[in-house]
């Protein structure tokens, strides 16, 4: 057996000490420093017979007797113990004498084991002892140490269950820990509402109805609405349920909101619980996260089914004039009705995300933009001599731009300024803005050709078009076809149905 010793210290902590609540962490903190030591320990095959706490104790101060320390050089002086582990070198010695004398005693002794958890230090080699005293001589480590120690201080808080300087989160009262009286409930019943269906666009109307406003950002912008992504991570946060979260600094930037059920603390993999009262449970919490996940994913997918579908003529073209979410195309049960005289619907499908709001038969509508549009055509061939004003190179500078930023944000992340994670967010975004650009630069494009020299003939050929020329036609002219609700039951109705052009100035 290789007895050795186990050095812990924190200095005082102002942070801390103005925090009267996480005042008694400070003995915590020592304790993480030991659970560390004692992790070392069993990878070094060596044994922690005496642990040394000299908490709340500063080792810069030459007026200052650490108590531990002294009775560790004692104790290492006379064998009874045969090496020391600590977290850092800084935790150690402060001060080029206490340097020395730790030094003093390694020299002496070739056999004792001297390792810090984080930092390398190894006091068996004079390399490790030169460094020893040149870490307790130098200042200019200090400004390193002093964040290193604060990214642990806070890692650790989190760890417990402590926030660290953030406003007063929704649902809570000012200590943070009980519930807010009315916030509380709301937030409760809208998470539990989610997984039953409704949305977060929902929630965030009945809340501005309540008069709720953001938590951050009020100071800028004054007025300011309360945002959908802001009522999203309301919801979604690990928080509600006593879930303890970290967030590392790097995935604060970036600008876009994190998700949060991706920053639960774990320990000894389970998740961390805080000292709050929870607003729900944690299968209370994981329903709506994971129900709101599955509309998330299942909107992406729509995009996608959306942007390729040929079937129908008005995918990815209608909308739900209520909520905006694209419409389906969705065929009426066989045997009704319906399904003999049209088909199919186009619907606006709670099942996706959408409000479910809206239906509207599929082929008086398609009939309705149809015409629409050769009007359209028609009505430009009277004005194509003048050769209106598209400039479709208007995009090109802000293309430029996102070629740049997308280096820019490339070298960030090279130079470790920002995480992969949240470089790819950026990089994902931008890519989905370029997207954007280059189709609608294809439709200014589409629109030019076509008023040039495809219109006059347009009209007289559109029958003979297929499914997906016809599409990429009315794409070329059609930003969105918004339908509006009609009641139930009621006959089709062509004022509800909006044809929004693009380049709507004509
Ligand atoms: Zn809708």
């Not at 509380?184 to 109805?209: C, F, H, M, N, S």
């Not at 082929?363 to 430009?380: Q, T, W």
Request: net charge positive.
């Amino acid at each position: 057996m290789h007895p050795v010793g186990a050095y812990a210290r924190t200095s005082e902590d102002k942070a801390l000490r103005a925090n009267a609540a996480v005042w008694r962490e400070i003995g915590e903190q020592v304790a993480d420093q030991f659970e560390d030591m004692e992790n070392v320990a069993t990878d070094l095959n060596v044994t922690i017979t005496h642990r040394y706490n000299d908490n709340n104790t500063p080792a810069s101060n030459p007026r200052i007797v650490r108590r531990d320390f002294e009775q560790m050089l004692v104790d290492l002086e006379n064998g009874t113990i045969r090496g020391i582990l600590f977290y850092h070198a800084d935790r150690l010695v402060r001060q080029e004498y206490d340097a020395a004398r730790i030094n003093r005693l390694f020299q002496l002794n070739p056999g004792y084991l001297g390792r810090a958890v984080v930092g390398g230090t190894d006091l068996s080699t004079q390399e490790g002892r030169t460094m020893l005293t040149i870490q307790a001589t130098m200042g200019g480590m200090e400004a390193y140490n002093t964040k290193r120690r604060v990214a642990r201080k806070n890692k650790g808080l989190a760890e417990r269950g402590h926030m660290h300087g953030a406003a007063r989160p929704f649902g809570w009262a000012e200590d943070r820990q009980t519930l807010h009286d009315s916030e509380a409930e709301e937030l409760r019943k809208a998470i539990l509402a989610i997984p039953d269906g409704l949305t977060v666009g929902g929630v965030r109307k009945q809340w501005i109805a309540l008069g709720y406003e953001p938590t951050r950002n009020k100071k800028v912008s004054g007025t300011q609405n309360l945002q959908h992504s802001a009522v999203e991570s309301r919801l979604v946060n690990p928080r509600v349920c006593g879930y303890r979260t970290y967030l590392p600094q790097a995935e604060r930037r970036g600008g876009k909101r994190p998700w949060m059920p991706d920053f639960v603390v774990y320990k000894d993999g389970r998740p961390v619980m805080g000292d709050w009262e929870a607003v729900v449970s944690p299968q209370e919490w994981q329903a709506c996260v994971a129900t709101i996940e599955e509309r998330k994913k299942a909107r992406k997918e729509v995009r996608a089914a959306h942007t390729t579908s040929v079937k129908y003529l008005l995918s990815g073209i209608a909308r739900c004039g209520k909520c905006s979410f694209p419409l389906m195309s969705n065929q009426y049960s066989r045997g009704t009705t319906s399904y003999e005289r049209y088909g199919y619907r186009y619907a606006c499908l709670t099942t996706l995300g959408g409000c479910g709001g809206v239906t509207r038969v599929g082929p008086p509508m398609e009939d309705l933009v149809e015409d629409a549009f050769l009007l359209e055509v028609r009505r430009s061939l009277g004005v194509v001599a003048k050769k209106e004003d598209i400039d479709e190179t208007k995009h090109d500078v802000r293309l430029a731009e996102i070629l740049q930023e997308i280096e820019e944000v490339n070298e960030r992340r090279r130079a470790k300024r920002i995480s992969m994670g949240t470089a790819l967010d950026v990089i994902e975004d931008l890519e989905g803005e370029r997207e954007e650009l280059y189709r609608h630069r294809r439709q200014l494009v589409a629109t030019k050709v076509r008023r040039q020299s495809v219109t006059p003939s347009l009209p007289e050929e559109w029958k003979s078009y297929t499914i997906p020329e016809k599409k990429t036609l009315l794409r070329a002219s059609i930003r969105a076809v918004m339908v509006h609700p009609a009641g139930r039951g009621k006959r089709f109705d062509p004022s509800l149905i909006k044809v929004v052009w693009i380049e709507d100035k004509r």
